[in-house]
């Protein structure tokens, strides 16, 4: 069946030269002189029939009618439930296991989801990671928008306006877990080896952001391993989560009342798999 749309385009532009003119658009009068005249001279001719044709068209066809509703959308958001500690942790743990093995689902949020989320979030996961641009949370954990609290910043660290995200996410948002996430070759932990072991000087703000991972690395350091800027890495991020459970008193609270979950873990850039210590 051909289009509405389509019909009523075709018989406007037959007839809208005769239509412009007979409205005032073009000259008094067409010479027949010229192709141009001659063409004109013509639709003038026809005008009455083309426009007769256009209004029968225009009220054989029915009035547009508003769009149908549409089904629920299968990505909307539901109604948010509570998720313990562990449901959290392996929602994350399955989430990688996806990503790992290329079966991540890159699909984008429906508008109806974005219209959702403006209402509020609730998040079941707090993430503390490297701002490494190949580490972004939503995709090694498979997850989308509305679903992870994400704090970044290089080697992992936490700085007190961090500390105030997280206890804002765990306390206000309900998020039931935290992780903090390291990952292999990280160039932050790499700055404060080479700091720590060959006193190299950083500037400014760089010296800044190694100083809170030097303590990892002297740890780190005292087993004699064999890649130190690795067992450094693992060290860190270790050693953030055990400092967490003690930085405020409302994760303390929800610790003790088993509320809440704060881990460590540590991504492999080279094969995508999040190794959790727990």
Known sequence: MVSRRILLGALAGLAAPALAFAEGDGPAKPSLLTKKGRRTSSALHHQAGDKAALDKAMASVKPLEAEPAHAPDAHAAAPAQEVTPDEALGRLKHGNTIFARGGANLMLPTLARVAELSKGQKPFAVV????????APELIFDCNLGELFVVRVAGSTVSREGLGSIVYAVEHLGAPLIVVLGHTKCGAVGAAVD?????????????????????????????H?????????????????????VADGILAEKLHEGRLKIVSATYDLATGVVGFDA
Request: glycine residues 6%; charged residues 25%; proline residues 5%.
């Open 225 to 245: 391993p064999a890649d130190l800027q690795d067992a450094a890495i693992r060290r860190n991020v270790r050693d953030i989560a055990g400092r967490l459970k």
């Open 128 to 135: 503390i990671g490297c701002s490494d641009s190949r580490t």
């Open 195 to 223: 700091v720590a072991t060959k006193h190299a000087e950083l500037h400014g703000s760089l010296h800044e952001m190694v100083l809170p991972i030097i303590p990892a690395v002297l740890e780190a350091q005292e087993s």
